[in-house]
Nanobody
Framework: QVQVVESGGGLVQAGGSLRLSCTAS????????MGWFRQAPGKEREGVSC????????EYADSVKGRFTNARDNAKNTVYLQMNSLKPDDTAMYYC??????????????????????????WGQGTQVTVSS
């Protein structure tokens, strides 16, 4: 049984930092690209970042570029989202998801699918991030 579990959310003041973690079990982790999505109340789910199976390719939404860093440790079946310079607009439930992607897929094809939720087979329950002004 595949499980994806996020942690690390919380309440932080604007300008502060948080590091989210996501651990997946029940799958061959390094066969999967991992994505981070978020959903604020009354808004659609949006892609935040994704990372390739080996960690060599990352993609970020324009709204978080330069502030968020996505990394993974395949030995620990874990991905991390380091979030710096947080803003109230970053307040949302953050979800981690796993996407089966061939290691032979060209980078551009990988990037095209990063923020498409329907491409991800497994999802966590989410962790809440709240940024106060």
């Amino acid at each position: 049984q595949v499980q994806v579990v996020e942690s690390g959310g919380g309440l932080v003041q604007a300008g502060g930092s948080l590091r989210l973690s996501c651990t997946a079990s029940g799958l061959t982790f390094d066969n999967y690209a991992m994505g981070w999505f978020r959903q604020a109340p009354g808004k659609e789910r949006e892609g935040v970042s994704c990372i390739s199976w080996g960690g060599g390719t990352t993609e970020y939404a324009d709204s978080v570029k330069g502030r968020f860093t996505n990394a993974r440790d395949n030995a620990k079946n874990t991905v991390y989202l380091q979030m710096n310079s947080l803003k109230p607009d970053d307040t949302a439930m953050y979800y981690c998801a796993a996407r089966l992607v061939s290691q032979l897929v060209p980078v551009e094809i990988f990037r095209q699918g990063c923020f498409r939720p329907d491409g991800y087979a497994y999802w966590g329950q989410g962790t809440q991030v709240t940024v106060s002004s």
